[in-house]
């Protein structure tokens, strides 16, 4: 059974950094894309950034491009999401998920993902 987890969330200071990881289970990531996605309490679950599969281009909703970077590591079969420079509005859980293609825009839905993982929680704050 295909399946996504999320991990890596946690803690941390306006302008801190934290990774996450989306580790794919029961089927090669690389084969799909991965996108990242987040929803804050009270909002709705908005786009972040999605690889695309293979050699996997790479696309950033307009809230965070040169802050995060999404990247594959394929010798471990997950999608990491490198956030820098954080924000206490990137508070959110973050969740990845799978599908054929990415979104043709992460700055609004529908996002049209298969398979999502449980998230992971990202706290910015002082």
């Not at 990774?19 to 009270?42: E, K, M």
């Not at 394929?74 to 969740?95: G, W």
Request: with cysteine; net charge negative; proline share 5%.
């Amino acid at each position: 059974q295909l399946q996504l987890v999320e991990s890596g969330g946690g803690l941390v200071q306006p302008g801190g950094s934290l990774r996450l990881s989306c580790a794919a289970v029961g089927f090669t990531s690389d084969l799909h894309a991965i996108g990242w996605f987040r929803q804050a309490p009270g909002k709705e679950r908005e786009g972040v950034s999605c690889i695309g599969s293979g050699v996997g281009s790479t696309d950033y909703a307009d809230s965070v491009k040169g802050r995060f970077t999404i990247s594959r590591d394929n010798a471990k079969n997950t999608v990491d999401l490198q956030m820098n420079d954080l924000k206490p509005e990137d508070t959110a859980v973050y969740y990845c998920a799978a599908a054929w293609g990415c979104p043709y825009s992460l700055n609004s839905p529908p996002y049209d993902m298969h398979y999502w993982g449980k998230g992971t929680l990202v706290t910015v704050s002082s």
